[in-house]
């Protein structure tokens, strides 16, 4: 092609035939930024085509974490609801006068069921590695990358939500370290059961299941935390942008 073109170039010169050359090399000029342009517009076309299988990859690998961390969190949830029922079961008994077999039973059946310890360590490696990097920006939402950078700091304002209920399991825990079998066998002669007894007792059970309670409140960083868990995964569905 570019031989064609220089041998008509090259024709119209001898010929003398100037106005037509000017016409021609202006024409020639044209075709050739218009084929730069649809060069770099095909090229611009495959690197948006592979910036978007990309974000795609990328998204998939954020929805899967995330689901996963909202499993887990609901598990939690779910746990701590349990334990706040059965720290109610005792609560419901108190004052407890007498320590007959049913009693002792039933404070064996529902305490033991008061010393789980769960809590929220959601996977972060995908978000802690993309948000450092430039492949960030192959992320088109800017919603989604909002809630991206802000996510850590949400779970770290959690989880001081959550040391307060871990703090206090130690006060707790201490109690009964030093009255009853870590089984809760009540045969054992060295228990002090008449501990149940003690406005003590009353006290830490009442305080264990209100800071329980505090970190499945709604107006809790609980509420803060489940919205943003939802919106990132609504947002990283594959094929949502």
């Not at 969190?73 to 720290?87: D, G, P, Q, V, Y």
């Not at 192959?138 to 850590?152: D, G, V, Y």
Request: a neutral charge.
């Amino acid at each position: 092609m570019i031989k064609l073109f220089r041998k008509i170039r090259r024709q119209l010169i001898l010929e003398n035939k100037t106005s037509k050359y000017l016409k021609y090399a202006i024409g020639e000029i044209f075709l050739v930024v218009i084929g730069i342009l649809i060069a770099l517009q095909i090229n611009n076309w495959n690197q948006q085509r592979n910036n978007n299988k990309k974000e795609q990859e990328l998204l998939k690998n954020i929805h899967i974490e995330f689901v996963k961390n909202q499993l887990q969190l609901n598990k939690i949830i779910t746990e701590r609801k349990t334990l706040i029922k059965n720290c109610n079961k005792v609560i419901e008994m108190l004052p407890i006068n007498e320590l007959t077999r049913p009693t002792l039973d039933s404070l064996k059946l529902y305490l033991s069921k008061t010393f789980t310890r769960y809590t929220f360590n959601p996977s972060q490696g995908t978000v802690n590695s993309l948000v450092s990097t430039s492949s960030f920006n192959l992320i088109q939402s800017i919603e989604l990358r909002n809630a991206l950078i802000s996510w850590s700091d949400l779970v770290v304002d959690y989880q001081e939500e959550e040391n307060t209920s871990s703090n206090y399991y130690r006060i707790y825990d201490s109690f009964f370290q030093r009255n009853v079998d870590f089984d809760f066998n009540f045969e054992d002669s060295r228990n002090n059961l008449s501990a149940f007894q003690t406005l003590e007792f009353e006290y830490i059970l009442k305080a264990r299941k209100e800071t329980i309670e505090v970190s499945i409140n709604d107006d809790s960083e609980l509420e803060e935390l489940t919205e943003a868990l939802n919106l990132i995964i609504e947002l990283s569905k594959p094929n949502k942008l």
